[in-house]
């Protein structure tokens, strides 16, 4: 598997633009998760779900902000209209659900610059 | 909800000395500890983890204690090398939830 992919890599948009990232989680993964990382406000969990279900988006943080998940290998996290402050590394990270605890794994991440 | 807070946000060691970050959460129902680096313009990577039922965790240089009473775990970087420099996150979790992390502790070793 290639792991979590994430795109794109970098984005640079204008304000008040929409911005669309995308992940792709790794097969089989049942759980997957949107964080955003700034200097700081370190790593804050946006949303997850769980079956292609959104079971937790009290981090996202304000109706700009939107996140589907259509199937079990996609989901889009949407800014619109999107801020200077929405700058920050966007990682998407999928797990599986078991008996155990099992690792979540990170996607390369999206660096949003908004101009 | 859960929330975790970890000191020191920046940490400075010569080579070869050890290194410790301590982290503390507040769910008492979470249940497992993993601990993140994240190299610099890179993804968050899982080094070690830890759940409640263990006390202590060990592979080669790096080890996690876990204290459940105190709700408080620890990372030990033992003889650190320059490429042990990176920032480093705990996080914590319940069964099937969502992981919390702390804010991270960059840690920098010097040759």
């Known amino acids: 598997d290639a792991g979590v992919i994430q795109s794109p890599r970098h984005e640079v948009t204008e304000m008040g633009q929409e911005v669309t990232l995308r992940c792709k989680p790794i097969?089989?993964?049942?759980?997957l998760f949107w964080y955003r990382q700034t200097m700081m406000r370190g790593l804050e969990l946006l949303i997850y779900?769980?079956?292609?279900?959104?079971?937790?988006d009290s981090g996202m943080p304000e109706d700009r902000f939107s996140a589907k998940m259509p199937n079990a290998s996609f989901s889009t996290l949407k800014i619109q209209p999107s801020e200077p402050r929405d700058s920050a590394v966007y990682f998407c990270?999928?797990?599986?659900?078991?008996?155990?605890?099992?690792?979540?794994?990170f996607g390369q991440g999206t660096r949003l610059t908004v101009v | 909800g859960e929330n975790v807070e970890q000191h020191p946000s920046t940490l400075s060691v010569q080579e070869g000395d050890s290194a410790v970050i301590k982290c503390t959460y507040s769910?008492?129902?979470?249940?497992?500890f993993p601990w993140y680096k994240q190299e610099l313009g890179k993804r968050p990577q899982l080094i070690i983890d830890?759940?409640?039922?263990?006390g202590e965790k060990k592979d080669q240089r790096i080890a996690v204690t876990l204290n459940k009473t105190a709700k408080h775990f620890s990372l030990h970087i033992t003889e650190t090398q320059p490429e042990d420099s990176a920032v480093y996150f705990c996080?914590?979790?319940?069964?099937?939830?969502?992981?919390?992390f702390g804010k991270g502790t960059k840690l920098s070793v010097k040759p």
């Open positions: 990270a999928s797990r599986l659900s078991g008996s155990g605890d099992t690792e979540a794994f």
């Open positions: 097969s089989g993964h049942d759980y």
């Open positions: 779900f769980n079956n292609n279900v959104p079971i937790d």
């Open positions: 769910d008492s129902a979470s249940n497992y």
């Open positions: 830890i759940r409640s039922n263990v």
């Open positions: 996080a914590a979790r319940r069964s099937q939830g969502n992981l919390i």
